[in-house]
Structure formats: structure tokens, C-alpha cells
């Protein structure tokens, strides 16, 4: 792993490494490779890689490169770049004006700039929204964690972590294959304004979340890109749903509401009633549910989709698609509609059955090469995560050939393949075969530090977050215009001083990493009695500080990085992801099963201890005993259910004035 500088060259390196300088750099120019930095998604890292990987992939191979060469994505127009020796260049993509020492040259063939020469790629003039730019020999980059493809809002990748800047120089890497060539026409993908995508069903459709006139409209409708939409999810307009259920229980009030699972690039992701496209800077992890998954062939469409143009949805086999690697007529991108004579007509269950006579398994579709696989009732349940780790566990030291990730959520576990190498019934088979061999979730002991951490409570940053919303979002919102306030009365609590201290006396088990981005944790308290139960924004905050806590459903989380949100803020506290770290040391600081204990600071004094974070929190050692959980529940049980009914009454005198008021 390698620690970014402000410049990837030092002045030294000048003389022995071939250059192209950025001379204007466009508005949202990032250096990206693919398919980007796999591996991490369990702990809140996207992959990142090209949006459009079709058109990155085949501007690539046109000037001799690997498929996956690091290259430039430029958003809304490109850049004006300086080669110091005379180099092959490819522009794809979105259609825009392009030319070598100011004389036009086309797109989607490979064409030499010469040495001193300046390629310039204009305004995209559309259809589509980004335009790539290849070069012979890609760019030699350093790799963080295992990629150069940049991701802005996690602020590494790339020479700097962010967009391209006006000066900057970039090295050049050896061209590996001198032959180089244009991209033939029906490779090129199919540019429009009104898009169709094809679809897989899944993980959660109907009837359970959605109704079926629900999925039927879906399907019916073109939905409007809307304008505020990036690389992390592209928002869509379209009809409200109807919904199969009232509310979405212990996992917040709205019934998109879910206990946070792992989400698929590509899936269709409902933030209460505004449906978002996921892209590749997207989150691992959230509590929503995703009715439809993009198959992995038409994802290359979400980079091109520009505010605007419409969409409409197209469910097909998910035996039928086109495997991701292929680039010519079988990706089928050269047609500008979806062929298709139906989905697979199964709501995206793919197979459900037991693991003993307490619990129930579904093993739902995660896209089409993936599986969610979700342990018993839509509740919270420590039992059910304490059998995903064991599954998580066992495929870890089974390892079977073919799965390329492994991302645990609260009471699922998502598995990613390569269908080539592992075919989804063939891993539903192995999912089958080992829940005979893994142990009871009784008997589960697991490491279990418990990690201190400071809170600022109700911080200045959190405020100034809920006032950006109230302007530019709603200021209408039952939860504005504080959170605080909105937490005590939804629960039933007599006073803020007794959020103040259920929240400082919890003990929160973390359950998941990377809710929020980078190793961010979603956690609950080990204690029913502190576990206070809010919804989620509706719609979605745009901004969110980095490392802000908040409470959904009945989890808490700490954001791990600036972005949209949508948990009920109580505070603000250091960060969990350590930028600094370098050689062997993961960045990510918390661990599954970490027990998280706040103490209070002042705002000022949070302040400096960000200042001068440096990765280390002080952490005891310890374990967690499901057994001895199910004692302390057991002894604690006339308590635990008299705060339940009171949490439950006020919980559902909320529900009934958002339904009087049409917010349901």
C-alpha cells in the first residue's frame, strides 16, 4: 500500500520517466483502472474503476493496453493534456469534440499525439455524460490497496486522491504492444437519452417489501435521471411505492427501511421513496431495500446516463446475461434497447429452507452473480449475526474457487462470484453443504475488544448538517429541526437528558463495517433497554461530516467520511479510518464484535483530538459469549419487555401522526 503526495513525480524522476502534463484538467477529471480496488468491500471500500467500463475497456485494448490499464474519466467535457514523447491516445465514450495541436481527430480510434503536442477533448455535446481518455502505456501510478483508481470522497487513488488538477504531471508507463488500432463500430456502445436497463430480480422484491403492482409499475414506467446524481448513486424520478408493509419495524419507521444488509453496485436502491441507481463509489452496506439489481453487462450504461434522459427497467434471466468480461457482440451493447421475453419470475428468492427448527435461511438474488444469503425473521437478533459469522468464517477457510467477496450485514451474508469459475446454483449447493458443517450459533465465542471512543454530543458540525438539509432538502421533516428532540419523543423518553445518557451507558456491538464508507460501523447496544429506535431521513441528506454518529432504526453508526446520510444525529467523533497508515497496518480500526463505549468532550476538544489522530483509541481485551448473551437476556427479561411496550406505544403514536400528516 502506498502513501499518496501532493506529486507523483519528485523533481529528480524528471529526467528517467516519460510525461504527460495536465494543462487544463476539466471540471470532474479522475485517473481510474479496472476493475478498480476489489477485496474490501466488507470493510466500506468501493471498488471505484470506470463507470462506464465498456467504453474505458475498449479505448485500452485500441492502444495495446491490458484491458484495465489506469486511464482517464472526464465528466461533462475533458481535459487539455502535454505529452513530452510522441504517444497513442484513444478517446471513448460520450461524444465530444477532440483535437491534436488543434486539428480535429475522431473518437474511438487510436491517434498519436507527437512529442510536445496537446490533445484537447472538449465539452461532451451528448447523448451520454463521460468521455475516457487511454494512452499508450497507461499511467504509472502508486496503488492503494491494491488499485490507482481514484475514490474523491475517500480522498485517495489517483496521483492525489482527488480530481485531476491544472499542472500537474503525470508519468507515462511503457507501452506493452506496439500495434494499435480504432475500436470496431459494433463493439461501441449504443449512446441515447432514453435508456433501457436490463434487470435481475432481487434481493427484495414482492411481495414481501413491494407490492406487485409496485414491481409492474417498476417495470412500466420511465423514470427521469435526476441532476443530483455522481459516481456514488445516479437519483431517479419516478412514482412513489405503495408498499407491501406499514413500516420497516425495529429497522426505522418507513417501510424501506431494512436491517442493514450488504447492498450490489448496480442495485436499484430505495432511500424511502427515492430510488437510486448504486454506483461504484457507492456504499457496501445500508439500510434499504433494492427491489432489482442491473446486470453486470448494462452497468457500463449508469456512467452514461446524464440528467434528463429517462430509464426504463427490462427484467431478464439472469442465466441469459452476458458474462462481464466479454467487449464484442455477446456484451450487446451496440443495441440500443434490451432484448428479453421476461425475468425469472421468482421475486428473487432463489431458495429458502432451515438450519434447525428455530431458524429459517433465503437465499435471495444479489444480481446476477451473487446471493445474499438472510438468517431468520426481519428482526433484530444477535443469534442471526452470530450465524453469519460462522458462515462468513467457514467460507474464509473453505475458500471455494470462483467467490470474489464476502460482505457480512446484520442478519445476511452477500457472496460475490465469478459465475465462469463458480455458477450460482453451484454455489447454492455449497451454501446448502455448509450449514451441516459450520457449529451451532450457541456455541459461537469471538474476540471482542471493547474500544473507547469520544463523543462530542449534539456537535456544532451535526447542526450545521440539519440546517443545510432544512434549506436545501425539506424543512418540513418530523426529525427537524433536532435530531435530538425527534429521538426522545419516538422513543417515549421523558427528557433529551435521558437520550444523553442511555446512549453514554450503552455498550454498542459493532455488527458491520463500511454502513457509511471506510470501515464506518454499524453497531446496536448489547442491552435491549438502550437501544432506542428512530427512522431514517426521507429523503436522504445530501451532506453529512465525516465521522458523525447517528442512530437508524435501532442501530447506531459513525460516518466514515463526508456524504449523504440519513441517520438521526446525537453527535460527532474521531475518525475510524486511519489515512496515515502505511506498509502491513489496515487503515480500518474496528473490528466485527468490537464493543464501543462513549466518553464526553467538548466540541473544541474533539477538535484537536482529530487534529492529531493518529490510529490509536484505547482498547481492552475481551470476548463475546452467545450463551452467556442468552443468560443476561433471560435474567433481564421483565425489564427489557416493560421498556419494549413503552418504546413500542411511543413508536407507534409516531407512525400514526406521519400517517395523518401523509408522510407514510
Not at 502513501?3 to 477529471?29: H, I, N
Not at 446524481?229 to 420497516?248: C, E, H, N, Q, Y
Not at 430505495?270 to 439489481?293: A, E, N, W, Y
Not at 427528557?495 to 442511555?502: A, F, G, I, M, P
Request: glycine share 12%.
Amino acid at each position: 500500500m502506498s502513501v499518496l503526495t501532493d506529486s507523483v513525480l519528485l523533481p529528480d524522476d524528471l529526467a528517467q520517466v516519460s510525461t504527460v502534463t495536465v494543462v487544463r484538467p476539466g471540471p470532474l477529471s479522475t485517473i481510474q483502472d479496472w476493475p478498480g480496488r476489489t477485496g474490501y468491500w466488507h470493510v466500506g471500500v468501493p471498488p471505484s474503476g470506470p463507470m462506464d467500463d465498456l467504453s474505458f475497456r475498449l479505448g485500452n485494448r485500441s492502444v495495446g493496453n491490458p484491458e484495465g490499464a489506469p486511464g482517464l474519466e472526464c465528466t461533462l467535457a475533458g481535459p487539455t493534456l502535454r505529452f513530452e514523447r510522441a504517444t497513442a491516445v484513444c478517446v471513448t465514450g460520450a461524444p465530444a469534440p477532440i483535437t491534436v495541436n488543434g486539428d480535429p481527430v475522431p473518437q474511438w480510434r487510436a491517434v498519436t499525439v507527437p512529442a510536445g503536442g496537446t490533445l484537447e477533448v472538449g465539452a461532451v455535446t451528448g447523448p451520454g455524460l463521460r468521455v475516457y481518455v487511454l494512452i499508450a502505456g497507461g499511467l504509472d501510478l502508486p496503488e492503494y490497496l491494491g488499485s490507482s483508481a481514484t475514490f474523491t470522497l475517500g480522498k485517495f487513488g489517483g496521483s492525489t486522491g482527488g480530481i485531476l488538477r491544472a499542472g500537474e504531471t503525470l508519468p507515462l508507463g511503457e507501452p506493452v504492444n506496439a500495434t494499435t488500432g480504432a475500436v470496431p463500430m459494433e463493439h461501441q456502445p449504443a449512446l441515447t437519452r432514453h435508456w433501457q436497463l436490463a434487470v435481475t430480480e432481487g434481493p427484495h422484491g414482492a411481495p414481501e417489501f413491494f407490492t406487485r403492482a409496485d414491481i409492474d409499475t417498476l417495470y412500466a414506467t420511465p423514470y427521469e435521471v435526476h441532476f443530483n446524481s455522481d459516481r456514488t448513486g445516479v437519483r431517479l424520478i419516478g412514482p412513489k411505492p405503495a408498499w407491501a408493509r406499514p413500516d420497516g419495524g425495529e429497522a426505522g419507521l418507513h417501510p424501506s427501511n431494512i436491517h442493514d444488509t450488504p447492498y450490489s453496485v448496480g442495485a436499484l436502491d430505495f432511500t424511502g421513496d427515492t430510488p437510486i441507481l448504486l454506483g461504484p463509489d457507492g456504499p457496501s452496506l445500508g439500510g434499504f431495500v433494492c427491489p432489482v439489481t442491473v446486470t453486470a453487462a448494462d452497468r457500463w450504461k449508469l456512467g452514461q446516463l446524464a440528467p434528463g434522459d429517462t430509464v426504463r427497467f427490462v427484467p431478464v434471466r439472469s442465466a441469459a446475461t452476458a458474462p462481464l468480461r466479454a467487449l464484442g457482440r455477446e456484451r450487446r451493447a451496440g443495441f440500443p434497447i434490451v432484448l428479453s421475453a421476461g425475468g425469472d419470475g421468482d421475486n428473487g428468492v432463489l431458495r429458502r429452507g432451515h438450519v434447525d427448527d428455530e431458524t429459517s435461511v433465503t437465499y435471495r438474488r444479489a444480481g446476477d452473480h451473487g446471493v445474499l444469503v438472510e438468517y431468520g425473521e426481519m428482526t433484530l437478533d444477535l443469534a442471526l449475526r452470530a450465524r453469519v459469522h460462522a458462515l462468513h468464517q467457514h467460507l474464509l477457510a473453505d475458500r471455494p474457487r470462483g467467490i470474489t467477496e464476502l460482505t457480512p450485514g446484520i442478519r445476511s451474508l452477500q457472496i460475490r462470484v465469478d459465475p465462469a469459475l463458480l455458477p450460482v446454483p453451484r454455489l447454492l449447493d455449497l451454501l446448502a453443504e455448509a450449514e451441516s458443517a459450520i457449529p451451532a450459533a450457541g456455541d459461537l465465542v469471538v474476540p471482542s475488544r471493547t474500544v473507547h471512543l469520544p463523543l462530542s454530543w449534539d456537535d456544532p458540525a451535526t447542526r450545521e448538517a440539519i440546517t443545510r438539509y432544512m434549506h436545501g432538502v425539506r424543512a418540513d421533516a418530523p426529525w427537524c429541526p433536532w435530531n435530538i428532540e425527534f429521538i426522545r419523543r419516538v422513543n417515549g423518553l421523558d427528557s433529551v437528558q435521558e437520550v444523553y445518557d442511555t446512549v453514554f451507558d450503552a455498550e454498542y456491538l459493532v455488527l458491520g463495517l463500511g454502513d457509511v464508507y471506510l470501515g464506518a460501523p454499524v453497531a446496536t447496544p448489547t442491552d435491549p433497554r438502550h437501544r432506542l429506535v428512530t427512522t431514517k431521513y426521507n429523503p436522504a441528506r445530501t451532506w453529512t461530516p465525516e465521522n458523525a454518529v447517528g442512530i437508524g432504526g435501532a442501530y447506531m453508526c459513525i460516518y466514515g467520511m463526508e456524504g449523504p446520510g440519513g441517520y438521526q444525529f446525537v453527535g460527532r467523533t474521531t475518525q475510524v479510518w486511519n489515512h496515515r497508515a502505511t506498509g502491513s497496518d489496515d487503515p480500518w480500526m474496528l473490528r466485527f464484535f468490537d464493543r464501543i463505549r462513549w466518553y464526553p468532550v467538548e466540541a473544541d476538544e474533539l477538535l484537536d483530538l482529530r487534529a492529531d489522530f493518529t490510529g490509536d483509541v484505547r482498547t481492552e481485551d475481551g470476548s463475546f459469549s452467545l450463551a452467556e448473551y442468552r443468560g443476561f437476556l433471560d435474567a433481564e427479561a421483565d425489564s427489557i419487555a416493560e421498556f419494549r411496550g413503552r418504546q413500542e406505544e411511543a413508536f407507534g403514536a409516531e407512525r400514526e401522526s406521519w400517517r395523518r400528516a401523509g408522510e407514510l
